[in-house]
């Protein structure tokens, strides 16, 4: 079981919003900074947000995350079909001394 | 443009061992931690172990601690894992990252492609 809790699979039709739970504890998300990466098929993951809500260079503004307490969500809006992959959250903690992820999401778009 | 690139991986008996190695470029290695993560056939990411700039601080997921060893050569720019006492449940693609910043808790923020590590009798 994963350390942070994410649900397995999340779907919208194009141009929706959608928006990714995932929960952690005091040690993790409680207490260090949230990232979520992008997983296309195939391909390895790559870093889409950081710092809980920061863009990096070049992923576009369709793509926003939030931490509140021991949880943090992504959203994605005007949803396309390009965004089907897996997202998984991120986060040191400091109980473990370790990095430990989510079980990732599987966002289908319909 | 930051470029991974791991080799060694392959198939394995359980309780034997293996050795990856990671050869990277396109950024000064030595001021950043390196990490390697993996992805169990289907399933989710799972962070194996990290290595500090100087390789003065390591960390490992608990799943693997006491059986594989991070190391690096900072002259070489190469990254390795040594895997020993390998079990079924090692089997996964292997993803060497690195960090952002020199300590093992930064971020990971590019990955290599990944290699397949086997382990079947």
């Known amino acids: 079981q994963s350390v942070l809790t994410q649900p397995p699979s999340a779907s919208g039709t194009p141009g929706q919003r959608v928006i990714i739970s995932c929960s952690g504890s005091?040690?993790?998300?409680?207490?260090?900074?949230v990232y979520w990466y992008q997983q296309l098929p195939g391909t390895a993951p790559k870093l889409l947000i950081s710092?809980?809500?920061q863009r990096p260079s070049g992923v576009p503004d369709r793509f926003s995350g939030s931490k509140s307490g021991t949880s943090a969500s992504l959203a994605i809006s005007g949803l396309r079909s390009e965004d089907e992959a897996d997202y998984y959250c991120?986060?040191?903690?400091?109980?473990?001394?370790?990095?430990?992820f989510g079980g990732g999401t599987k966002l289908t778009v319909l | 443009e930051v470029q991974l690139a791991e080799s060694g991986g392959g198939l394995a008996q359980p309780g034997r061992s293996l050795r990856l190695s990671c050869a990277a470029s396109?950024?000064?290695?030595?001021?950043?931690?390196m990490h390697w993560v993996r992805q169990g056939p289907g399933k989710g990411l799972e962070w194996v172990s990290g290595?500090?700039?100087?390789?003065?601080?390591?960390g490992y997921a608990d799943s693997v601690k006491g059986r594989f060893t991070i190391s690096r050569d900072n002259a070489k720019n190469s990254l390795y894992l040594q895997m020993n006492s390998l079990r079924v449940e090692d089997t996964a693609f292997y993803y060497c990252?690195?960090?952002?910043?020199?300590?093992?808790?930064?971020?990971?923020?590019?990955w290599g492609q990944g290699i397949l590590v086997t382990v079947s009798s």
């Open positions: 991120a986060a040191w903690d400091d109980s473990l001394s370790a990095w430990v």
């Open positions: 290595i500090s700039w100087n390789s003065g601080s390591t």
């Open positions: 990252a690195k960090g952002v910043g020199t300590m093992v808790r930064g971020v990971i923020d590019s």
């Open positions: 710092r809980n809500s």
């Open positions: 005091s040690s993790n998300i409680g207490s260090n900074y």
């Open positions: 396109g950024f000064t290695f030595d001021d950043y931690a």
